[in-house]
């Protein structure tokens, strides 16, 4: 089978550096400017500069998202985009994600060598509307997430670009992102970076008397997508890219999630048996959404709908992130993230670490003062492991 890209999100640069350790094969980002993720913490031109050198470490990707739905005064002055486009070819940007077919005339004028992938904003559903945008000079296109397992298959049988699927996270209540209910509710353009999800609002529910119908908020929220189940499939197929939600997500929930298809892809790649049950575990200690397969399988159902809070789920807390361990000493370097006690029941995880029980009996500050609590946000904080861990392992409550 194919080697298939593993593509995550990243929100600014901490992400960015979990999202490579955790075993991301390319990275999307968004600019500060012209991305849809407008709350992001994004990255200026010097960020991504950073972010490339970064990738290069891993042999990974960067791609930067310029994704908006263009209106005139978007594009009136041109100058500044081309000269935002021929900053990130400078920098080493590999490509960048779009979601207005004006700009890619631009793009091809100004940077050439950039490649060019077409958002899933632009619905992209059929096969000929791939050709049509390779014409154009698009090399990638990121289908609508209303496409079916068949349909991806059709419409690689008969396109010759690259396809980008979605395998993970949240859904939109309206068709890949046309929606104008935030514009409605808070005069926030969702196509243009200022989606106040007010699909994930919860609403009180009334009847046309005006009677409270239930004491239960309603919600328009779909469940997340997760697709565990359709990886291999996706690899027959011949996808180039498979690609995870979440730029505004935090680094355990991307440290979970991508190391879970990281290995579910390594493991494919093996042959080893496979029970995805296993995968979905780790991944349900991160995310706070029950999950469905999204249109995989044709249209959807009242059960991958989310009503009302019932279905929210506990994650597991995410309480510290190792910075460093010295082999020597066994002492580890620890960025305090939610509180825990000594003694508490914990698991820590990571990169080249399967999940495993852990609990801190000694704990110290910087100033090597003993901590019973940690209970200030980011504290460094120090304790002896004889399990030897590494940057980026994440520590958690365990359930």
């Given amino acids: ?26 990275i999307y980002i968004g600019g500060k400017e012209y991305s849809l993720r407008a709350r992001a913490s ?21 791609y930067v998202t310029c994704n908006i739905i263009a209106h005139n005064e978007d594009l009136d002055d041109q100058d500044k985009f081309k000269n935002y486009i021929k900053a990130l070819d400078e920098a080493g940007v590999i490509g960048v994600i779009v979601a207005d077919l004006g700009m890619i005339s631009i793009i091809k004028e100004v940077a050439p060598s950039l490649e060019i992938h077409v958002s899933t904003q632009l619905s992209t559903m059929n096969s000929e509307t791939v050709n049509f945008l390779e014409s154009l000079g698009a090399s990638r296109v990121v289908l609508a997430r209303e496409c079916t397992l068949d349909e991806i298959r059709a419409i690689k049988e008969n396109s010759n670009i690259e396809l980008e699927v979605f395998i993970h996270g949240g859904m939109c209540m309206s068709v890949s992102g046309k929606c104008v209910l935030s514009n409605y509710l808070t005069n926030r353009d969702a196509n243009r970076g200022g989606c106040a999800h007010s699909c994930r609002w919860y609403y009180d529910l009334y009847d046309e008397q005006g009677s409270l119908v ?9 469940k997340d997508l997760e697709t565990l189940n359709y990886i291999k499939a996706l690899k027959e197929i011949g996808v180039a890219s498979l690609k995870i939600e979440g730029r505004m997500k935090s680094e355990h929930y991307l440290g979970t999630v ?13 042959n080893i048996n496979i029970n995805t049950k296993d995968y979905q575990d780790e991944i349900k200690k991160a ?15 009242v059960e991958q ?12 807390e995410f309480v510290a992130k190792v910075l460093s361990y010295d082999k020597e000493s066994k002492i580890a370097k620890i960025e305090q993230r939610n509180n825990f006690n000594l003694e508490q029941e914990l698991e820590v995880f990571g990169p080249k670490l399967k999940t495993t029980n852990l609990v801190i009996r000694e704990l110290y500050d910087e100033d090597n003062n003993p901590v019973v609590v940690a209970r200030h ?10 399990l030897e861990l590494n940057e980026y392992d994440m520590i958690r409550v365990k359930k």
């Avoid at 593509?7 to 600014?12: K, S, T, V, W, Y």
């Avoid at 994004?42 to 960067?62: G, H, P, Q, R, T």
């Avoid at 995310?287 to 159902?301: I, V, W």
Wanted: glycine share 4%.
């Fill in 1 to 26: 089978m194919n080697k298939i890209e593993l593509l995550a999100p990243a929100g600014n640069l901490e992400k960015l550096k979990v999202a490579l350790a955790f075993g991301a094969d390319a």
């Fill in 42 to 62: 994004n990255f200026d031109i010097e960020d991504i500069k950073e972010a490339v050198m970064l990738a290069s470490k891993y042999n990974a990707k960067i």
């Fill in 214 to 222: 239930s004491d239960n908020k309603f919600t328009f929220a779909s």
């Fill in 258 to 270: 991508i190391g879970s298809y990281r290995k579910l892809l390594d493991d494919i790649d093996k």
């Fill in 287 to 301: 995310s706070n959404r029950p999950t469905s397969s999204g249109f995989f399988e044709g249209s959807t159902s």
């Fill in 305 to 316: 709908q989310i009503f009302d809070r019932a279905a929210e789920i506990p994650t597991q």
């Fill in 377 to 386: 946000a980011k504290q460094i904080l120090y304790f002896k492991s004889d």
